[in-house]
């Protein structure tokens, strides 16, 4: 159970999402706290999930608290600056939830000692099954890894990184995933439109067939290639099918992981950037 005192610095979808998981887990409204410059925003989260609104100015920081940036990543230098001096009490542990800002970046706008800790969720965590890469600095202690990895898991699973540049790598595949993921079923929807299926039905069955599949990946032993080789028989309708995709998939995933990689990196290396 998560006992410290939780501030959010924004209240936007992912601050929405964390707030919903954690209250899931038992998390009290007492311990949570959000600060943004929109009290519309703030309030309806107070409103919904009996937390704290306040606004966006810096305050003293509960000992031993966590504080998850979850604002623009474009914002990050001037809030960091105001919130500086927020962060002299020892244990504060700095969780940030925005793109593209690296972990060493967040550490030259705070005091040196402050245990910080990178996250790359995904969109899927609005509905409790993200996916999300997680990076701690040295200066963090294994409980605060703890503490990060259960808000974390709040809203779907964790994975540990032992090497922040990886985060591109998480970037490109489960951070963008969900876009790519959309665009399949957009063309598997559209493909089977052409071939006489009305569009709610073809929506209905590329979505459900989506779905059922990796939920069943998921709970196999199996590697997506066995199971890929169970369900296609030789001569049959799938290895007709299969013939087609496998002339230009890889090289397609191999080409669009590469390309947001880079961009990524490329963001990442702009200061004050917007990924």
Known sequence: MITQHIIFIGAGHMARALIAGLRRQGVMGDQIQVHAPSAPRRDALAAE?????????????????????????????????EWRHSFTDAGVLFLSVAAGISSTRIAAELDAGTAIVRSMPNTPTQIGVGATALYARDTTSAEQRQIAESIM?????????????????????????????????????????????DRPTARALAVQTVLGTAQMAAASVSSPTELRHQVTSPGGTTAAGLAAWEEHLRPLAQRALAAAAERSRALGDIKGNTP
């Open 153 to 197: 898991a709040a809203v779907g699973k964790v994975y540990w990184l032992s090497d922040e540049s990886l985060m591109d790598a998480v970037t490109a595949l489960s951070g963008s995933g969900p876009a790519y993921v959309l665009l399949f079923l957009e063309a598997l929807e559209d493909a089977a439109v052409l071939q006489g299926l």
């Open 49 to 81: 999930f009996g937390i704290r609104s306040l606004p966006a100015t810096a305050q003293k920081l509960p000992a031993h608290g966590v504080v998850i940036y979850a604002a623009k990543p474009k914002q990050m230098p001037s809030v960091l600056t």
